[in-house]
């Protein structure tokens, strides 16, 4: 939680907490618990990340990530996301990661609504091809899309504004840039 540096939460000197517990908030410290689509949590929780019980025991039950970690290098799915919005076949486009048990590392991913909808399958899986390569051409090569581009019927952000990583292969059309045969083409 980067709003709320250094910390919200200790545990005292050999003391034992559950797994996952961080310990109780510091004092003065007041929280509340989100639900991932801004919704508050109920009492006890979860929330998004984190529950709380009636003890005050701060426990972490999930986590964000906006990085890709590819083969020791970080990627940031904001900058990919960059090259995918001016874009003129997509109108929305979101970057994640998959895991790619060959590689053994996350891959980048990227979902988008594209912009014609009424087009042919052929016109449409060639425009997810072309959003591939324009991506790919323009960053370094441990940044290209090797989890291809799919398209997807909507792209929701939370409250904030942000995208929910992990829910976005939601409305997945199963039609991507990636050639049939590829053994990513499944993910």
Known sequence: MTEASPYIAYSRLNETLPHGATGPLL????????LANGDD??????????TIP??????????????????GFQISPVELEAYLG????????????VYD???MTEVPIAYVV???ANATQAERKRALQEIHAAVDKQVSGYKSLRGGVWEVTELRPNATGKFVRRDLHKGKTGLGSLDDGDRLAKL
């Open 41 to 50: 949590a109920p009492e006890g929780g979860p929330g998004d990340l984190c």
């Open 101 to 103: 048990a060959v590689q």
């Open 54 to 71: 009636k003890e005050g025991i701060l426990s972490i039950v999930g986590r964000t990530k906006e990085l890709i970690k590819y083969k």
């Open 27 to 34: 004092p003065g410290m007041e929280v509340m618990l989100k």
């Open 86 to 97: 001016p874009h003129p076949l997509d109108t929305r486009g979101a970057v994640g990661a």
């Open 114 to 116: 594209l912009a014609d």
